[in-house]
């Protein structure tokens, strides 16, 4: 389900480059800028994306993305993982070095992280070696703080695409794993109740009105699960799991709309709402508009929509959101195809915050 994205460089990256940052964003980092390109597209590197975060055990910022290295940056394309290291709750960032290298057909995409009972961290991703034929899911797990990986354990059949989307997996209070997958315009779950040793396939969902794909999962205050899955009908819909995501309600429509592009879904640690990101815009514009909402009864309703990004030419999109005491830490890419983060104060999701995010 990633035709659109191919549509985009099928333009040409050209079409793409009208706000490339450079130098300039990185300076504003070491000034303690809210936003800038972590990751900027550059020579022999035409694309950036698919990011995640995790917060490691002394404090400090793992940051892992999708880097093309090759081609026009098409889903297609040559890519590895690669990652960065911040030190200081992501004001400034270290050099660049190789998380996993490209062992694919084509790329290695998708970065998803996850700590383990036993310390280690999980890092999901995507093998693509036959673009719309052969994708894997593949994880590999660091007993370092991610400065080495295992070998890859694969989670998904060969010979058929199967991918996940970035920012995803979660933990449920009673200790099963949620990674959240699709295939063919289903969405679904891999579920592991013992450390990721072993995987199964949860009930695989479809709207009624066409595709879904790239599904995001939180779990509720009553032990639920709430699933958004994107579309291409009016925005994401939901639907709900009452048994740990093994099976799910009919999806449908929520108050989440916007063209065909993914959602990511968190908690907000210091008030216990819902926030989401998404691109809340019209099908015209796809993406030109990257929206947070508030939800106060577990996703049932939502309110306070802010944009953290808008224009009439821009172009942001999967983001990823983690928690670093009262911030959120964003990833998403656009302008360009660079990838951006942006630190942001709970508050400002309320509309309460008196500062100013750039």
């Keep these: 389900m990633r035709s659109s994205m191919r549509r985009y460089f099928g333009l040409g990256l050209a079409a793409l480059l009208f ?11 070491a000034n303690g800028s809210s936003k800038f390109a972590v990751a900027p597209l550059g020579t022999n590197n035409p694309r950036n994306s ?10 400090s910022l793992l940051l892992g993305w999708s880097d093309f290295y090759g081609g026009t940056g098409a889903d297609d394309s040559p890519a590895r993982l690669s990652g960065k290291v911040s030190n200081d709750g ?73 991918a996940l989307t970035n ?7 009673g200790g099963r794993i949620l990674l959240e997958a699709y295939e063919r315009g289903e969405s679904f779950c891999y579920l592991s109740d013992d450390e990721g040793q072993t995987w199964r396939e949860s009930q695989r969902v479809r709207p009624a009105s066409g595709w879904g794909a790239e599904p995001a ?54 008030t216990g709402d819902l926030l989401a990101v998404w691109n809340h815009d019209p099908r015209t514009r796809p993406r030109n508009r990257l929206t947070s909402a508030i939800s106060k009864d577990e996703g049932e309703s939502w309110q306070h929509f802010r944009n953290l990004e808008e224009g009439p030419n821009g172009f942001w999109d999967y983001p990823s959101i983690t928690w ?28 309460r915050y008196r500062g100013v995010i750039r």
């Design 90 to 162: 992501g004001r400034s960032w270290g050099k660049k070095f190789t998380l996993v290298e490209n062992d694919g057909g084509c790329n290695v995409m998708e970065v998803n992280f996850l700590r383990l009972r036993d310390g280690r961290i999980a890092l999901f991703y995507c093998q693509k070696n036959v673009e719309d034929s052969d994708c894997r899911v593949m994880m590999r797990t660091s007993g370092d703080e991610g400065q080495t990986w295992s070998r890859a354990l694969q989670i998904s059949p060969a010979r058929r695409y199967i």
């Design 50 to 59: 698919e990011a995640a975060i995790i917060v490691r055990k002394d404090g």
């Design 167 to 173: 920012g995803r997996s979660i933990r449920l209070t």
């Design 217 to 270: 999962c939180v779990e509720l205050k009553d032990g639920r699960v709430l699933m958004l899955i994107r579309t291409g009908a009016g925005g994401q819909f939901q639907c709900l799991s009452k048994d740990g995501g093994l099976t799910w309600s009919k999806p449908r429509l929520s108050q989440l709309t916007g063209s065909s592009s993914p959602v990511s879904i968190s908690r907000i640690p210091s």
């Design 19 to 29: 706000a490339a940052p450079g130098a300039a964003a990185e300076k504003d980092a």
């Design 324 to 351: 670093l005491q009262d911030r959120a830490l964003l990833t998403y890419y656009g302008a360009g195809v660079s990838l951006y983060f942006r630190i942001v104060p709970a508050a400002w999701f309320y509309g």
